[in-house]
């Protein structure tokens, strides 16, 4: 009995694989821990700095230097002294109309519209009071409005501070100090430079608007506008950037959108404490929810028609001074892999071209690894003719296929990185000979087989039919690590490579929603617009994920179903 | 959005976990296992009994679970039968779990080994699929239901396209005579199909997870959560026989990979495939595995009270070191057959006395 029961005691190596079994997650999970902690302690470490910044700054400013006192000469003497050593500022003292009482603009020039100021404020306070006298303005305290109401520019504002005015005069306010006023007039005359709007280059389409957002903020919210009037469309200001002050928007439908999404937005940009922000790509890397995840979790477009559409569906979008790239929130990885053309198009080519894009990325993904897999473990599991002919073409490679498949991956993406850093002309040229040369060369040369050029070429070609770049740069960079566990494990490994991404998608979220829907949970709803895109007649519904104030987007059902409120909660 | 409520499942979650916890090695050893006790070509109807009664456990055990619908039953069953008998009651049910979690991967590492990866050792194949399910578990049920929602579609449409392809080699006269030998041959195999339906016992901790409005659908839940696997086993058994007879089921250790080996498609893409089989079969072993391992790791959470990761990454040498116990397969064979009977006592006696016990409790109160 004992002996029967002690020789099913394990070896004592399996307690050691026991030990290596728990130990090297666990490390993995402390050592991730760790970071999130890090980055934590990062932030507040931060925050002490930075209040301990703005402690001696609110002082200095509650300490009256920094009000106007009301005297022209001391008050333009500061001005210059903090300005004067700046090339572009420009200082210009004159006279109103034909009385001794002395003005003086400072402006940026280039910021500041020149036309503007020559023809709406110095003509209008040079000329118009050429047959007033002094005591005109100096009876009681009518300066002031008097050149309010007398100067022709849409906005007029009043600043007592120095601070307030050196910033409004850096990014293009025409400052206006006159003797006897005690503040000083800061005309709007900003004309930043911006360029036409143009197709958007990273999102073509066929069929479709040709427009693409700009560098200029107004002018993209003008082209959101420019959608059609609708008193739903809220977009609201919220300033980033501690040194480099920047506009930011968000933009929702006000009776569509869930409002705990707005919230949980405002909420994550608030957060960023950052002194600059370049790009959107800044926002996208602070508010995205997991950072340690190779899936771009917001979603950025050129395209306004993408923006509008997202906003109809519930989303919220981030727009940024200064970039053409706009953000969605949250974002479903069934976004990725959808064009708006999708929409424009009939309903049949645009499932189909939509199947094909999931098709391309699951060869993108696998192609290599399975070539692999079968290639050096289970060469019985593919066609004997197959396996025969692969067999031969590979007779003179001296690398086993993983080395053979990286060499041939790696060959092109540095083509692709090269391509798209050069001039443009050269740019296609270089890519294609590049292409051409590098693999008939090589399999010329026997480093790899013919074969692996196909799939290497397929997959490439395939990575590029997503719609999104940096989807395709996902999946691409995931798709080495299929090599490498396909190397390791055959077809198992690939098993398992999948479960694995399967597993991190399941858990990854985007502002809330789960990433992976509407895949799942199953909502026969939201497949209308998953795979295919079914006929615009039947999407009767906003997606349900995305917890839609009011879910109805075609009229004609909105009295009978409207009672669809308690399925909403169930995610 | 932020307000989605944390760790509740849908309805369809629900069924999905069980379908892909009652699926595992069953479609691979259940004809074999069968075969060997019924004899004749009637297992088939033996495994549709297997599944009613497996249905009809399920339906105690969902009842069961409804009397306390907010708890688990780590947490209820000391409410019935008091402090300590619960809690040993528990400590029982958590030992099973993590055992057949232990058992799951011991017969994926081996058929792995066996059909796709010679030579590569045990704790290699074993390891990493541990990992990966720790990860997956530590997202909490809704991570678990989500994925499995993705594989169950995969599993049902790769199914149902190797049966079906398996046609060919179909011969109706193997499965005749139809109770050729009475009906006592058929009966016998009943208890070795209803051990390749453990899984309903699931609906134990899962009904507190579900949404407070769903919990009345549960005993539906359940039975088309059988339904499905009942279908899946007796394509499977009636597809094994019919190409491979009685006597061929049963020289073989897995005769639906044999199945699929025996017949070629030339002019497709694959000419054979038992690698699509192994593929499916692999994730719903997965499935199984991480399903039974985050019960007993809830189940030692709750029962101490404590948060589960620790527990997660304990579990871990655990499982490894059962699931390396068995000598050989034989053994492995042995010891699925003794946490079968196992559970036959836990999930078919012990919710039914529980039930009892509830209900008496229940009038007095």
Same mark, same amino acid.
């Given at each position: 009995?004992?002996?029967?029961?002690?020789?099913?005691?394990?070896?004592?190596?399996?307690?050691?694989?026991?030990?290596?079994?728990?130990?090297?997650?666990?490390?993995?999970?402390?050592?991730?821990?760790?970071?999130?902690?890090?980055?934590?302690?990062?932030?507040?470490?931060?925050?002490?700095?930075?209040?301990?910044?703005?402690? $001696?700054?609110?002082?200095?400013?509650?300490?009256?230097?920094?009000?106007?006192?009301?005297?022209?000469?001391?008050?333009?003497?500061?001005?210059?002294?903090?300005?004067?050593?700046?090339?572009?500022?420009?200082?210009?003292?004159?006279?109103?109309?034909?009385?001794?009482?002395?003005?003086?603009?400072?402006?940026?020039?280039?910021?500041?519209?020149?036309?503007?100021?020559?023809?709406?404020?110095?003509?209008?306070?040079?000329?118009?009071?050429?047959?007033?006298?002094?005591? #005109?303005?100096?009876?009681?305290?009518?300066?002031?409005?008097?050149?309010?109401?007398?100067? &022709?520019?849409?906005? +007029?504002?009043?600043?007592?501070?120095?601070?307030?005015? +050196?910033?409004?005069?850096?990014?293009?306010?025409?400052?206006?100090? +006159?003797?006897?006023?005690?503040?000083?007039?800061?005309?709007?005359?900003?004309?930043?430079?911006?360029?036409?709007?143009?197709?958007?280059?990273?999102?073509?389409?066929?069929?479709?608007?040709?427009?693409?957002?700009?560098?200029?903020?107004?002018?993209?919210?003008?082209?959101?506008?420019?959608?059609?009037?609708?008193?739903?469309?809220?977009?609201?200001?919220?300033?980033?950037?501690?040194?480099?002050?920047?506009?930011?928007?968000?933009?929702?439908?006000?009776?569509?959108?869930?409002?705990?999404?707005?919230?949980?937005?405002?909420?994550?940009?608030?957060?960023? !404490?950052?002194?600059?922000?370049?790009?959107?790509?800044?926002?996208?890397?602070?508010?995205?929810?997991?950072?340690?995840?190779?899936?771009?979790?917001?979603?950025?477009?050129?395209?306004?028609?993408?923006?509008?559409?997202?906003?109809?569906?519930?989303?919220?979008?981030?727009?940024?001074?200064?970039?053409?790239?706009?953000?969605?929130?949250?974002?479903?990885?069934?976004?990725?892999?959808?064009?708006?053309? !999708?929409?424009?198009?009939?309903?049949?080519?645009?499932?189909?071209?939509?199947?094909?894009?999931?098709?391309?990325?699951?060869?993108? *993904?696998?192609?290599?690894?399975?070539?692999?897999?079968?290639?050096?473990?289970?060469?019985?599991?593919?066609?004997?003719?197959?396996?025969?002919?692969?067999?031969?073409?590979?007779?003179?490679?001296?690398?086993?296929?993983?080395?053979?498949?990286?060499?041939?991956?790696?060959?092109?993406?540095? *083509?692709?990185?090269?391509?798209?850093?050069?001039?443009?002309?050269?740019?296609?040229?270089?890519?294609?000979?590049?292409?051409?040369?590098?693999?008939?060369?090589?399999?010329?040369?026997?480093?790899?087989?013919?074969?692996?050029?196909?799939?290497?070429?397929?997959?490439?070609?395939?990575?590029?039919?997503?719609?999104?770049?940096?989807?395709?740069?996902?999946?691409?960079?995931?798709? #080495?690590?299929?090599?490498?566990?396909?190397?390791?494990?055959?077809?198992?490994?690939?098993?398992?490579?999948?479960?694995?991404?399967? &597993?991190?998608?399941?858990?990854?979220?985007?502002?809330?929603?789960?990433?992976?829907?509407? /895949?799942?949970?199953?909502?026969?709803?939201?497949?209308?617009?998953?795979?295919?895109?079914?006929?615009?007649? /039947?999407?009767?519904?906003?997606?349900?994920?995305?917890?839609?104030? !009011?879910?109805?987007?075609?009229?004609?059902?909105?009295?009978?179903?409207?009672?669809?409120?308690?399925?909403?909660?169930?995610? | 959005?932020?307000?989605?409520?944390?760790?509740?499942?849908?309805?369809?979650?629900?069924?999905?976990?069980?379908?892909?916890?009652?699926?595992?090695?069953?479609?691979?050893?259940?004809?074999?296992?069968?075969?060997?006790?019924?004899?004749?070509?009637?297992?088939?109807?033996?495994?549709?009994?297997?599944?009613?009664?497996?249905?009809?456990?399920?339906?105690?055990?969902?009842?069961?679970?409804?009397?306390?619908?907010?708890?688990?039953?780590?947490?209820?069953?000391?409410?019935?039968?008091?402090?300590?008998?619960?809690?040993?009651?528990?400590?029982?049910?958590?030992?099973?779990?993590? /055992?057949? &979690?232990?058992?799951?991967?011991?017969?994926?590492?081996?058929?792995?080994?066996?059909?796709?990866?010679?030579?590569?050792?045990?704790?290699?194949?074993?390891?990493?699929?541990?990992?990966?399910?720790?990860?997956?578990?530590? @997202?909490?049920?809704?991570?678990?239901?989500?994925?499995?929602?993705?594989?169950?579609?995969?599993?049902?449409?790769? #199914?149902?396209?190797?049966?079906?392809?398996?046609?060919?080699?179909?011969?109706? !006269?193997?499965?005749?005579?139809?109770?050729?030998?009475?009906?006592?041959?058929?009966?016998?195999?009943?208890?070795?199909?209803?051990?390749?339906?453990?899984?309903?016992?699931?609906?134990?901790?899962?009904?507190?997870?579900?949404? $407070?409005?769903?919990?009345?659908?549960?005993?539906?839940?359940?039975?088309?959560?059988?339904?499905?696997?009942?279908?899946?086993?007796?394509?499977?058994?009636?597809?094994?026989?019919?190409?491979?007879?009685?006597?061929?089921?049963?020289?073989?250790?897995?005769?639906?990979?044999?199945?699929?080996?025996?017949?070629?498609?030339?002019?497709?893409?694959?000419?054979?495939?038992?690698?699509?089989?192994?593929?499916?079969?692999?994730?719903?072993?997965?499935?199984?595995?991480?399903?039974?391992?985050?019960?007993?790791?809830?189940?030692?959470?709750?029962?101490?009270?404590?948060?589960?990761?620790?527990?997660?990454?304990?579990?871990?040498?655990?499982?490894?070191?059962?699931?390396?116990?068995?000598?050989?397969?034989?053994?492995?064979?042995?010891?699925?057959?003794?946490?079968?009977?196992?559970?036959?006592?836990?999930?078919?006696?012990? $919710?039914?006395?529980?039930?009892?016990?509830?209900?008496?409790? @229940?009038?007095?109160?």
């Amino acid at each position: 009995m004992w002996e029967n029961l002690i020789s099913y005691m394990p070896h004592w190596q399996v307690f050691m694989q026991g030990f290596v079994a728990f130990i090297i997650p666990f490390l993995i999970f402390k050592l991730f821990n760790g970071l999130l902690l890090e980055k934590k302690k990062n932030g507040k470490i931060e925050m002490k700095e930075y209040t301990n910044q703005q402690e $001696p700054d609110q002082q200095f400013s509650q300490e009256t230097v920094d009000q106007f006192i009301g005297d022209f000469n001391k008050d333009f003497e500061r001005m210059k002294k903090e300005l004067g050593h700046n090339w572009d500022v420009h200082f210009r003292e004159f006279q109103i109309g034909a009385t001794d009482i002395r003005a003086a603009i400072i402006f940026l020039d280039g910021l500041a519209d020149t036309e503007q100021i020559n023809k709406h404020i110095l003509k209008s306070i040079m000329e118009r009071f050429s047959n007033t006298s002094a005591s #005109f303005f100096t009876e009681g305290d009518k300066l002031q409005s008097i050149m309010k109401n007398n100067i &022709s520019i849409r906005d +007029v504002l009043e600043e007592s501070t120095v601070q307030g005015t +050196v910033g409004k005069v850096l990014t293009g306010y025409t400052a206006l100090f +006159v003797d006897g006023m005690p503040n000083a007039l800061m005309l709007c005359t900003i004309n930043g430079k911006t360029r036409n709007i143009e197709e958007p280059i990273s999102e073509a389409v066929v069929r479709g608007p040709r427009v693409g957002f700009t560098e200029k903020l107004s002018d993209n919210t003008a082209l959101l506008r420019q959608q059609g009037e609708n008193q739903q469309l809220s977009i609201l200001q919220m300033g980033v950037g501690k040194r480099v002050k920047k506009r930011l928007v968000i933009a929702y439908m006000d009776e569509i959108v869930d409002p705990e999404l707005v919230e949980e937005v405002k909420k994550r940009i608030q957060t960023i !404490d950052l002194d600059n922000l370049l790009e959107s790509g800044y926002i996208e890397q602070l508010i995205e929810d997991n950072y340690l995840s190779p899936f771009t979790q917001v979603q950025n477009t050129e395209r306004p028609d993408r923006v509008y559409g997202a906003l109809m569906e519930g989303r919220v979008a981030i727009l940024l001074d200064g970039t053409p790239f706009a953000l969605i929130v949250p974002v479903t990885i069934n976004m990725l892999l959808q064009s708006p053309e !999708d929409y424009y198009e009939r309903w049949l080519p645009s499932s189909l071209i939509r199947l094909l894009r999931y098709l391309a990325a699951g060869i993108t *993904l696998f192609a290599p690894s399975l070539y692999i897999a079968f290639v050096s473990f289970h060469q019985g599991l593919i066609p004997t003719k197959l396996a025969l002919s692969m067999m031969a073409t590979r007779e003179g490679v001296p690398f086993p296929a993983l080395i053979e498949a990286l060499i041939m991956e790696v060959a092109i993406e540095i *083509l692709r990185e090269a391509g798209l850093r050069l001039p443009k002309p050269i740019g296609p040229t270089m890519g294609i000979v590049g292409g051409l040369v590098i693999g008939e060369a090589a399999v010329q040369a026997g480093i790899v087989s013919p074969i692996m050029v196909i799939v290497v070429a397929l997959t490439a070609i395939s990575s590029f039919a997503i719609p999104q770049y940096n989807a395709g740069i996902t999946l691409r960079m995931l798709r #080495f690590v299929a090599m490498i566990s396909a190397a390791l494990f055959g077809l198992y490994g690939i098993i398992l490579f999948f479960l694995f991404l399967c &597993s991190h998608l399941v858990k990854l979220k985007s502002f809330g929603v789960p990433y992976v829907s509407p /895949t799942v949970p199953y909502r026969a709803g939201d497949w209308k617009d998953f795979m295919v895109r079914m006929p615009l007649m /039947t999407m009767k519904r906003r997606p349900k994920l995305l917890q839609p104030k !009011d879910s109805v987007r075609k009229g004609e059902i909105r009295g009978k179903e409207n009672n669809s409120y308690d399925h909403q909660s169930k995610r | 959005m932020i307000t989605s409520p944390k760790d509740k499942i849908t309805t369809s979650q629900t069924m999905v976990i069980i379908i892909n916890y009652i699926l595992a090695t069953g479609i691979l050893t259940l004809p074999r296992a069968s075969v060997e006790k019924v004899k004749t070509p009637d297992v088939w109807i033996s495994v549709f009994l297997g599944g009613i009664v497996a249905m009809i456990a399920g339906v105690i055990i969902v009842k069961l679970s409804q009397q306390y619908p907010d708890k688990t039953f780590y947490q209820y069953n000391q409410d019935i039968v008091g402090k300590w008998l619960g809690w040993l009651i528990s400590l029982f049910v958590i030992v099973y779990f993590f /055992t057949i &979690s232990a058992f799951e991967v011991r017969i994926m590492a081996e058929v792995t080994s066996l059909f796709l990866l010679e030579g590569t050792p045990t704790w290699a194949i074993i390891l990493p699929f541990l990992w990966v399910g720790l990860y997956l578990i530590s @997202g909490g049920i809704n991570s678990i239901g989500r994925l499995f929602e993705i594989i169950f579609p995969i599993t049902f449409v790769i #199914f149902l396209l190797v049966a079906f392809l398996s046609i060919g080699i179909f011969e109706i !006269d193997n499965l005749r005579p139809v109770l050729g030998l009475g009906v006592m041959p058929m009966l016998k195999g009943i208890k070795t199909a209803t051990l390749a339906f453990l899984g309903p016992e699931i609906m134990l901790l899962l009904v507190a997870f579900m949404y $407070p409005s769903d919990k009345k659908k549960a005993v539906k839940v359940v039975l088309v959560g059988i339904a499905i696997p009942l279908l899946f086993y007796v394509i499977t058994v009636v597809m094994v026989i019919g190409a491979l007879s009685i006597e061929g089921v049963m020289t073989r250790t897995w005769p639906t990979i044999e199945l699929m080996r025996s017949f070629e498609i030339p002019g497709l893409i694959f000419e054979r495939f038992e690698s699509f089989l192994l593929v499916i079969w692999i994730m719903q072993i997965f499935a199984t595995f991480t399903i039974t391992y985050y019960a007993a790791a809830l189940g030692l959470a709750q029962l101490f009270k404590k948060s589960m990761h620790p527990f997660l990454y304990g579990l871990l040498p655990i499982i490894y070191i059962i699931a390396m116990t068995p000598k050989n397969i034989n053994d492995l064979f042995k010891f699925g057959d003794n946490i079968g009977h196992a559970a036959l006592f836990l999930f078919g006696a012990l $919710p039914i006395t529980l039930l009892l016990i509830s209900k008496l409790k @229940g009038n007095k109160a």
